[in-house]
Nanobody, 122 residues
Framework: QVQLVESGGGLVQAGGSLRLSCAAS????????MGWYRQAPGKQRELVAT???????NYADSVRGRFTIFRDNALNTVYLQMSSLKPEDTAVYYC????????????????WGQGTQVTVSS
């Protein structure tokens, strides 16, 4: 089992910055990648950014160039640095980690944090 604890959400004005943190504990050796997702009211949860064990990153088009995902392996923590925030970034942000179960067919087990609210005022 993997436990994920997020922190760093809050209220910020448009154009401002926030940094989210996600600390992983438990069976961290089993984690293949970590990332951040978000869910706005009335919308589906969407991928924001991911980072693999090897440090390869991936971003949603809507945040590329404004958000940066990075990790501190010594602290087992993943961060999401958010800059130039927009009101449409308002959502609950969830930390995610997954373990690959099988390659063929592709299957994985996801772990989720409790979520942290980010609110961007205009």
């Amino acid at each position: 089992q993997v436990q994920l604890v997020e922190s760093g959400g809050g209220l910020v004005q448009a154009g401002g910055s926030l940094r989210l943190s996600c600390a992983a504990s438990g069976s961290i050796f089993s984690i293949n990648a970590m990332g951040w997702y978000r869910q706005a009211p009335g919308k589906q949860r969407e991928l924001v950014a991911t980072i693999s064990l090897g440090g390869v990153t991936n971003y949603a088009d809507s945040v590329r160039g404004r958000f940066t995902i990075f990790r501190d392996n010594a602290l087992n923590t993943v961060y999401l640095q958010m800059s130039s925030l927009k009101p449409e970034d308002t959502a609950v942000y969830y930390c995610n980690a997954y373990t690959v179960l099988t390659l063929t067919p592709p299957a994985r087990h996801d772990y989720w944090g409790q979520g942290t609210q980010v609110t961007v005022s205009s």
